[in-house]
C-alpha cells in the first residue's frame, strides 16, 4: 500500500462500514458483462465516506460521499460510484491518473447506465463533448 496523506487517512477514518455492501453491490452491477468484469478490476474497492467529495486514491480505492448515498434522485449514487470506478479504470488501463478527458469518459460511457450520465453533465458540464448527453434516456 502506498503512503497516505493525512487528509486521506481522515477519509479513510470516516468509511461508513454498515453501507459497504451497497457499495460492492453498485460495483459489482456496474462492471458486469463488461470487458472490465474481473479484468483490471482486482484491487478496486469503493467505500461510502461521510466526506465532502469523493475521491480516487490510485491505489485502488476511492470514497463516495455518505451524503450522496442518501440522495433521493433516482441513480444520482450510481452515477457517483460510476464517476469515481472510471477514474480507477482509467488509472488501471492507461496507467495515468488526473483528469476528465476523453480516454476517462470512453471509460465512463461503458460502465454508468445511459439513464444517470446526465448527472455527468451537471458536474463538469465541458463532458458533452465527449458524448456525454445532457438528458436522461
Known amino acids: 500500500m502506498s503512503q497516505l496523506t493525512r ?13 459497504q455492501i451497497e ?3 453498485v460495483i459489482k452491477n456496474l462492471l458486469y458483462k463488461t470487458k472490465f468484469d474481473g479484468k483490471f478490476t482486482n484491487g478496486i474497492k469503493g467505500y461510502i465516506a461521510d466526506v465532502r467529495a469523493g475521491k480516487a486514491l490510485y491505489d485502488g480505492r476511492f470514497t463516495v460521499p455518505y451524503w450522496a448515498f442518501k ?8 452515477w457517483y460510484v460510476a464517476h469515481e470506478l472510471s477514474h480507477q479504470l482509467r488509472y488501471k488501463v492507461y ?3 488526473g483528469c476528465h478527458d476523453m480516454r476517462f469518459y470512453e471509460l465512463f460511457l461503458q460502465i454508468c447506465p445511459d439513464e444517470f450520465q446526465h448527472f455527468e453533465v451537471h458536474y ?8 456525454i448527453s445532457k438528458n436522461k434516456s
Do not use: A, N, W
Not at 487528509?7 to 453501507?19: D, N, W
Not at 463538469?124 to 458524448?131: D, F
Open 23 to 25: 457499495i460492492d453491490t
Open 124 to 131: 463538469k458540464p465541458s463532458c458533452v463533448k465527449y458524448g
Open 95 to 97: 496507467g495515468i491518473d
Open 7 to 19: 487528509t486521506e487517512m481522515k477519509t479513510l477514518r470516516k468509511i461508513q462500514t454498515h453501507l
Open 71 to 78: 440522495d433521493k434522485r433516482k441513480g444520482y449514487f450510481i
